[in-house]
């Protein structure tokens, strides 16, 4: 059943691609990360045009730069994308834009490059609705472009289209994204019996995103840790931006990185029935404090969990018996 799903996603992923692009697939029908990115260049330069007809602002910022980035990762970063472009299609259209495929098992080089179509052909209608002509070639393919040249792209991406859309990500988005990591590290723990639950530190008042995004980075730190003793490798990425410069779509950015990593370590055990997901949430809006107190319940979550693993780091054997 997984390989039917599987193969009909990553169908999907190329009918998609070759629909919005125009273009032949590779002649051995293979995606990889010089197509991906071949693929992104062509969607910053349609966003180009759209940005300066608009007349909204640059985003000048330093690029990322970024190691040992896997399609994964491209793939969550896609996906937020894909989500900037749809609300950009609904800001100027008032019709929701392009939805991405369905969500893969492993991500995939195909995967990514089907998400960044289907942004692709969100920015395209609003391109259309606004009346450019003006027609992009898609660039040549860049054989030795890997993961971590795509990731810092995306990240410019989106970081110009959310400058781009009426309403930027608020602090209510990244206390979402930040309760998803708590109840996924939490999930995490119920693997070790002995761990000790940790408690969520006390309230702050005004703190701001760089405060949140610095103890994020703490919390990636730990993840990294993990999920090296466990016998992966582990993304690297250094942002280049100032406190002055992070804005609250740079936490909910980073944040998504860390669920994606929580993910991938839970997709490497056996799914645990019963084990509850993490849901203390009290309702309504969210400040940039409320998500420096729960990003320290994640990084108390963490440290917890790399003790943990210290201690069995042969703990995602399990998953070679799924």
């Not at 692709?120 to 472009?145: D, M, Y």
């Not at 936490?251 to 997901?277: C, F, H, K, Q």
Request: hydrophobic share 40%; proline share 8%.
């Amino acid at each position: 059943m997984w390989t039917k799903a599987f193969i009909s996603a990553g169908l999907i992923c190329q009918l998609l691609a070759a629909a919005a692009l125009g273009a032949a697939q590779p002649e051995d029908g293979e995606i990889r990360p010089g197509d991906v990115y071949a693929r992104l260049e062509l969607l910053t330069q349609e966003i180009e045009l759209v940005r300066a007809e608009m007349g909204a602002p640059k985003d000048d910022r330093p690029m990322v730069v970024v190691q040992n980035a896997e399609p994964r990762h491209n793939y969550f970063q896609a996906l937020t994308l894909c989500r900037n472009s749809q609300r950009l299609c609904l800001d100027f259209t008032g019709a929701e834009g392009e939805y991405p495929p369905p969500a893969p098992r492993v991500a995939q080089p195909a995967d990514v490059a089907g998400v960044i179509s289907a942004s692709l052909v969100s920015v395209r209608r609003v391109k259309t609705h606004l009346g450019l002509t003006q027609q992009v070639q898609l660039p040549a393919r860049q054989a030795e472009k890997t993961p971590s040249d795509v990731f810092p792209l995306l990240t410019q991406a989106n970081r110009q289209l959310r400058l781009m859309l009426d309403s930027q990500p608020t602090p209510t988005a990244v206390y979402e994204q930040l309760t998803e990591a708590v109840g996924a590290a939490n999930r995490l723990l119920a693997r070790f019996p002995s761990a000790a639950p940790p408690q969520s530190p006390a309230f702050e008042r005004g703190k701001t995103p760089a405060d949140v995004h610095g103890r994020l980075m703490h919390c990636a730190e730990h993840i990294g840790a993990i999920i090296q003793r466990s016998g992966s490798s582990t993304i690297r990425v250094d942002y280049k931006l100032t406190p002055a410069q992070i804005r609250p779509g740079d936490v909910y950015e980073l944040a998504s990185l860390i669920v994606s990593d929580l993910r991938y370590l839970e997709s490497n055990l056996p799914r645990a029935p019963g084990t509850a997901a993490f849901t203390d949430s009290e309702a309504g809006r969210k400040l940039p404090s409320h998500n420096f107190q729960r990003a320290g319940l994640l990084e108390a979550q963490l440290t917890e969990l790399q003790k943990q693993v210290e201690a069995a780091p042969g703990w995602l054997k399990p998953a070679a018996s799924k």
